[in-house]
Nanobody, 123 residues
Framework: QVQLVESGGGMAPAGGSLRLSCVAS????????LGWFRQAPGKEREFVAAISSGGSIYYAESVKGRFTISRDNGKNTVYLQMNSLNPEDTGVYYC?????????????????WGQGTQVTVSS
């Protein structure tokens, strides 16, 4: 089992920045591919970004160039730096993990989930 705990959510104005963190425990962190998903009210959970155990990175088109995902295996932590935020980025952000070398953009491909952290961007 892997436990994931997110932090860093909050409120930001349009054009502002936030950094999310997700600390993992329970298994060898470096073996896991990690990702971020988000869910806005009334919408399905959607893929945001992911980083594989080998360091490959993939972003959703909607956040490419604005968000940066990174990981620190020594701290068992994955980060999501979010810049140039806009109101469409509002939602609950979830950290996810999977024991695979590859990245999946579908939520069903992930085995482990954090509890989520709220991000609200005001216009």
């Amino acid at each position: 089992q892997v436990q994931l705990v997110e932090s860093g959510g909050g409120m930001a104005p349009a054009g502002g920045s936030l950094r999310l963190s997700c600390v993992a425990s329970g298994r060898t962190f470096s073996d896991y591919t990690l990702g971020w998903f988000r869910q806005a009210p009334g919408k399905e959970r959607e893929f945001v970004a992911a980083i594989s155990s080998g360091g490959s990175i993939y972003y959703a088109e909607s956040v490419k160039g604005r968000f940066t995902i990174s990981r620190d295996n020594g701290k068992n932590t994955v980060y999501l730096q979010m810049n140039s935020l806009n109101p469409e980025d509002t939602g609950v952000y979830y950290c996810a993990g999977r024991s695979s070398l590859t990245i999946s953009t579908g939520s069903r491909g992930w085995s482990y989930w954090g509890q989520g952290t709220q991000v609200t961007v005001s216009s």
